[in-house]
């Protein structure tokens, strides 16, 4: 069965930093672009990040560009994102998903994403 994995949340302090792990059962990650939502309560799934299956070309929203970035380690398995500087406003549950179209490309359009992970929560809080 095919599954992505998160983990890496946790509560940290404005201004504190974390890094996510996204994580593949089942298949290697290198064929697929990655990309890393968030969805707060009361609020639809949106776009922080995404990485194409080489690296070669990266996408951050607005509101995290500047503060995150998304290494990718395809020898590991892994697509990292790693958020400093966090604000209260990114506490959110965060999901990693792989893009279902194109290896290609880095959109931030959730509905192009499939084979989601559970979740991990991120707590930015004083």
């Known amino acids: 069965q095919l599954q992505l994995v998160e983990s890496g949340g946790g509560l940290v302090q404005p201004g504190g930093s974390l890094r996510l792990s996204c994580g593949a059962s089942?298949?290697?990650?290198?064929?697929?672009?990655i990309g890393w939502f968030r969805q707060a309560p009361g609020k639809e799934r949106e776009g922080v990040s995404a990485?194409?299956?080489?690296?070669?070309?990266?996408n951050y929203s607005d509101s995290v560009k500047g503060r995150f970035t998304i290494p990718r380690d395809n020898a590991k398995n892994t697509v990292y994102l790693q958020m400093n500087n966090l604000k209260p406003e990114d506490t959110a549950i965060y999901y990693c998903?792989?893009?279902?179209?194109?290896?290609?490309?880095?959109?931030?359009?959730?509905?192009?994403?499939?084979?989601w992970g559970q979740g991990t929560q991120v707590t930015v809080s004083s």
């Open positions: 998903g792989a893009d279902r179209f194109s290896p290609y490309i880095s959109t931030l359009h959730a509905s192009d994403f499939g084979t």
């Open positions: 990485i194409s299956a080489n690296g070669g070309k990266i």
């Open positions: 089942g298949f290697t990650l290198d064929h697929y672009a």
